[in-house]
């Protein structure tokens, strides 16, 4: 039973690596001749153990048990395992499977080598190696001398076509660069392919027999062909010995240098690995051939490595000063960054793609070049975007001039808005990119994830999200900007009072429903991200109402000012007193109104301070005006005079605008102590009664002193008494040279007085004082809009 086991798995094994030598053989070598397949290693002693297991009846009963065992064990159903693999499992896969093959490929190699027998040469083979050796010697040297010979006989042309290009000027000298350039290069790779062609005639004419040609000599001439065009692609972008050839703007030193380095890192791979690689695997065995291949790798990522090495500051100075040089932010951020980690992308670029050559030769160059290609393509993609993006930024948000006058605050709302939501789309969109790259890699696959149930969910709630946030804001925008309309509206006297109550509500309005709009868009999305807000309103709930009950005073002042705006008791710009307090509304919320009085002092009333609202801006506004006069005036002529400074008064254009009626004489309203009142009203517009009033006050005055009517003033009566019958005692009084009135009694000095007038106590009376008092005419003591 162990023999047989053992046999068993020794014959899968042959059956498993038979395949490998046989591609590997078919891949790098064109078929052989049957005297060189005879030549190659034979498996008759393990095709030999296995006839012998099949001969046998126990043994081949015994296979045919263990083969159905083993089927039943390979046919048993094996229940998938989901697992998700993240990022950073996935970059350590990668690279511990690059890792164990490339030493199970150095170690298999190794053990080949180590088992390889020396086999005696003849002194046949050795003429056959030779003979083969000098042929192929004689075709290289006949395409090398027909391609020297077709180029330099081609020179003239490639030095007319330069001084063509760099005798020129102008604007389309680009233009002609180009066609010199590739017409070149069209002469150059014909130049190529006349010397390919020339190689198969000698090989196959001159060296073969019978128009039949050496396998070396093929592979020498399709290495020749492929390596030639890869150095016609760089002598178009660096020729070196014409500078109007050359299609980049370099200098000619910086062309040489680049030129020398790829053509040789051309030369040496192509030949090595298209010519002597085959050679020696079909020779000396695959495992040869492979550690061949392996040192070419390695020393072509040596001389990567080199040239990266002698390029990192030039290159990294020209990153920076692009990065500087633009004007798009994911550019210039990608620019800075790879300015500093670029040598090492280029080191680890190379190193992979030398890996990947040796470990999985077959599918290695297709798999960098479409993942260099879907990289270049998203980074390209990324800055494009990113600079449409950018534009748009500096760009902003332009309204038409009429929109800008209904809607004075949409344009700045915007332009607030739109560099946010760009900035995002940036993000998210650097976040794409990676992730292609990552994709592009096999570090990440991208379309695996969005299709899997966490990428799909992932994708929805994020899409989600944004259309809520989108919602939210275009809902906040349209109910802002028709509420801003409703303000810009304009409108007739009749109509100024409604819209000024129209615009502290739609003010408060907005207030409210901005802080619900945010309030229920952050619960939505919160819900739509997974968390349970079911604690968050409850919590809301019970806060409601620990604050109802904690801030009573604050539940009176909002239902107070609700209640005041619905009924138009204070608007903006309103001169009202409240809370005793007069002033101009400043400012108006649902909770206080701020009040700026005539001294500038700013006053914050809360709604439920305030009993009474008394408004002087109601539809209009009356100066009342009651003078007074002494009693010896004719009213009849006073009420003239007044309606005389009126009609002055209404004589002034700019006066004439304010008032919106005639003059209304009240007549005599009181008998004061010392003046007979009279009093006057004129009806004015809302706010412009204290103007008006101060201004017809300065016309009355001049009027009444140049008609010579008195106006009293409070003033002093001395009175010293009279007898029985009436008579009034003398007063003793004696003036002095100074004006100095010396009053006594009885022959007694009084104190001295500078005054012109005295009065004496008569004898025997204590002398008493009469006073008479009269009131100033009042003052409208209510602040005016404009003093305010």
């Known amino acids: ?103 199970a490929e150095i170690g298999e190699a190794y053990d080949r080598i180590a088992g390889l027998e ?60 180009i066609i010199a350039a590739l017409g070149c290069s069209i002469l150059d790779l014909a130049i190529v392919v006349v010397g390919w062609v020339v190689g198969y005639l000698v090989a196959l004419f001159v060296m073969g027999e019978g128009g039949r040609m050496d396998t070396r000599q093929a592979l020498f001439l399709n290495a020749f062909l492929v390596i030639e065009i890869i150095k016609v692609a760089i002598r178009l972008f660096f020729a070196t010995r014409y500078d109007g050839l050359r299609l980049l703007p370099i200098r000619g030193e910086d062309a040489a240098y680049w030129y020398t380095w790829l053509s040789r890192a051309a030369s040496f791979l192509g030949y090595g690995l298209m010519v002597v690689v085959p050679i020696v695997s079909f020779n000396l065995g695959a495992a040869v051939g492979g550690v061949l291949a392996a040192l070419i790798h390695a020393i072509g990522l040596l001389m990567a490595v080199i040239v990266i ?169 349209l109910v802002s900007s028709w509420i801003e309309y409703r303000l810009n509206l304009g409108g007739d006297d009749a109509t100024v009072a409604s819209s000024a109550r129209e615009r502290t509500l739609l003010t408060i309005f907005r207030n409210a429903f901005t802080i619900a709009l945010v309030v229920m868009a952050l619960m939505i999305t919160l819900s739509e991200l997974g968390l349970d807000i079911g604690p968050l309103l409850a919590g809301a709930g019970v806060l409601g109402l620990a604050i109802g009950f904690g801030a009573q005073k604050l539940v009176q002042d909002v239902i107070t000012g609700v209640f005041i705006q619905l009924e138009n008791a204070i608007y903006t710009g309103d001169v009202v007193t409240a809370a005793g307090i007069t002033g101009v509304v400043e400012r108006l919320t649902v909770r206080s109104v701020g009040l700026r009085d005539l001294s500038g002092t700013y006053h914050l009333i809360p709604f439920s301070s305030v009993d009474t609202v008394s408004n002087f801006m109601r539809g209009f506004g009356y100066h009342v005006g009651e003078y007074g006069i002494a009693y010896r005036e004719d009213v009849d002529e006073v009420i003239e005079v007044l309606k005389l400074a009126f009609e002055e008064l209404r004589g002034v254009p700019e006066n004439a605008a304010n008032i919106i009626g005639d003059l209304e004489v009240h007549g005599i309203t009181a008998f004061a102590d010392s003046s007979v009142n009279v009093r006057v009203r004129i009806k004015t517009l809302p706010g412009q009664q204290w103007g008006i009033g ?31 019958k009436g008579m009034a005692p003398a007063a003793p009084v004696r003036l002095l040279d100074t004006g100095t009135a010396i009053i006594g009694e009885d022959g007694v000095d009084a104190p001295e007085t500078t005054g012109a007038k005295a009065s004496v106590p008569s004898p025997g009376r204590a002398p008493r004082t009469r006073r008479k008092k009269r009131d100033a005419p009042p003052e409208q003591d209510i602040p005016s809009e404009e003093e305010i």
């Open 694 to 724: 101060r201004t017809y006050n300065g016309i009355v005055k001049k009027r009444f002193d140049a008609a010579g009517i008195e106006i009293p003033f409070p003033h002093v009566t001395l009175y010293f008494g009279e007898d029985k």
């Open 1 to 103: 039973m162990p023999l047989v086991l053992t046999r068993l798995l020794a014959l899968l094994v042959i059956i498993s690596c038979a395949p490998f030598p046989a591609a590997m053989a078919q891949s790098l070598v064109p078929q052989q001749q049957s005297q060189d397949q005879s030549e190659a290693p034979a498996a008759g002693s393990d095709y030999e153990a296995l006839a012998d297991i099949l001969e046998n009846d126990q043994t081949r009963s015994v296979l045919i048990e263990e083969l159905r065992r083993l089927s039943g064990a390979v046919d048993a159903p094996v229940p998938p395992v989901a697992e998700e693999v993240s990022v950073a499992r996935r970059i350590a896969g990668i690279t511990n499977a690059l890792a164990e093959g490339f030493v």
């Open 118 to 177: 020396m086999r005696a040469v003849s002194s046949d083979g050795v003429r056959e190696l030779g003979q083969a050796a000098l042929d192929l010697a004689v075709v290289v040297v006949g395409v090398i001398a027909t391609l020297l010979i077709l180029r330099l006989a081609a020179t003239m042309v490639y030095r007319r076509a330069s001084d063509w290009v760099t005798g020129a000027s102008g604007p389309r000298v680009w233009l002609k660069r």
């Open 309 to 477: 090495r002698q390029n990192r500051r030039p290159v990294k100075q020209r990153l920076q000063a692009m990065a500087e040089r633009s004007n798009i932010g994911f550019a210039r951020l990608l620019l800075g960054t790879l300015a500093r980690v670029w040598h090492l992308i280029a080191i680890a670029y190379f190193a992979v793609l030398a890996i990947l050559l040796l470990v999985q030769p077959e599918t290695a160059i297709s798999f960098m070049i479409a993942a260099t290609l879907q990289t270049v393509v998203a980074l390209a993609a990324g800055m494009l975007l990113s600079a449409v993006i950018d534009k748009a930024i500096r760009f902003g948000v332009r309204l038409k001039p009429q929109m800008r006058t209904q809607f004075p605050m949409l344009e700045e709302r915007l332009n607030a808005f739109v560099p946010t939501t760009l900035k995002v789309a940036r993000i998210v969109i650097a976040v794409i990119v990676a992730a292609l790259v990552l994709d592009a890699w096999n570090v990440f696959d991208l379309f695996d994830w969005v299709g899997s149930d966490r990428g799909l969910a992932f994708v929805g709630t994020l899409v989600t999200v944004i259309l809520i946030l989108g919602a939210t804001f275009v809902i906040w925008l």
